[in-house]
């Protein structure tokens, strides 16, 4: 399948829906504490989210069950939140999709609860500078290959490891659309980027074995080995001025301009 090209005003309809995903995903982490549990955040997040006209994108989608998906310790991705409370040092990834007037965003970083084991803390900042490395790939006359191989270098080159057959995808239309943005890769594989590309680049990683296992729920992806696991997500546009992070989280992408309708912080 082709990859269908987003428009300039395309891109500013999935920047809105971005920016309420990224501010959500950010209250999300501040709410993570000793004591609260996934279903929780998926409340605040409903809240939130229809709060500022949005609706939760993962709700219902091929029959998932709740508003956000939380993934604790060795869950890598897709975790249903639960009413288990988050304990001391839990390493939890929190991913968030919203559509808003019909444009889809979808985003995840990952944060530690209480006390931090520094091992899992560099595990966050390798996921942060893989997600970077991969973002600087996205640029116009490059390849998904490119993004891939730019992650896989990052992760690889600080020790950790990628898990290569979970994979980011184009995303702004719908949740899941071409192409599929692959974690590990050949530089100039694959599908090229145009301007209008959009995508959720988003690698997963952690210090052991690149091995999965699907949970018995059906959604929850688990590290085979039981290693603690990291998530770093944005939805990025390909733009002739380069790449462009419609999901701005944290204090990461300072070019972050003022926006109407950003609640006061
Ligand atoms: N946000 C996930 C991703 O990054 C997909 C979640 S789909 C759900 O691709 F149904 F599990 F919520
Ligand atoms: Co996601
Ligand atoms: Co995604």
Not at 45 to 60: D, H, K, N, Q
Not at 95 to 100: I, K, Q, R, S, Y
Request: aromatic share 4%; hydrophobic share 45%.
């Amino acid at each position: 399948m082709a990859i269908a090209l987003k428009r300039p005003d395309e891109i500013a309809g999935i920047d809105a829906a971005g920016r309420l995903a990224a501010d959500v995903l950010d209250e999300l982490v501040r709410r993570c504490a000793v004591g609260v549990c996934g279903l929780d955040l998926d409340a605040i997040a409903r809240e939130l989210i229809v709060e500022r006209g949005g609706t939760p994108t993962f709700l219902g989608y091929r029959g998932y069950p709740q508003s956000i998906c939380v993934s604790v310790n060795d869950v890598i991705v897709h975790g249903i939140p639960t009413s288990v409370a988050f304990d001391d040092g839990d390493l939890v990834s929190v991913d968030v999709g919203v559509t808003l007037d019909g444009w889809v965003a979808d985003t995840a970083r990952t944060t530690i609860v209480g006390a931090e084991s520094g091992r899992d803390a560099e595990l966050i900042s390798v996921a942060e500078r893989a997600l970077d490395a991969g973002l600087a790939a996205c640029v116009v006359g490059g390849s998904v290959g490119d993004i891939g191989a730019a992650i896989e270098a990052e992760v690889s080159g600080s020790g950790a490891t990628v898990f290569p057959t979970l994979i980011g995808h184009g995303v702004g239309f719908r949740l899941h659309e071409d192409p599929q943005v692959p974690n590990v890769g050949t530089v100039g594989a694959g599908a090229r980027l145009e301007a209008g590309t959009v995508m959720a680049v988003e690698p997963m990683i952690s210090w052991g074995a690149p091995h999965v296992r699907l949970a018995s729920d059906g959604w929850s992806v688990f590290a085979l080995d039981g290693a603690q696991a990291a998530h770093a997500e944005v939805t990025v546009a390909v733009t002739d001025e380069g790449p462009q992070v419609l999901t701005p989280w944290g204090d990461r992408w300072p070019a972050r301009r003022p926006h109407v309708g950003d609640p006061a912080r």
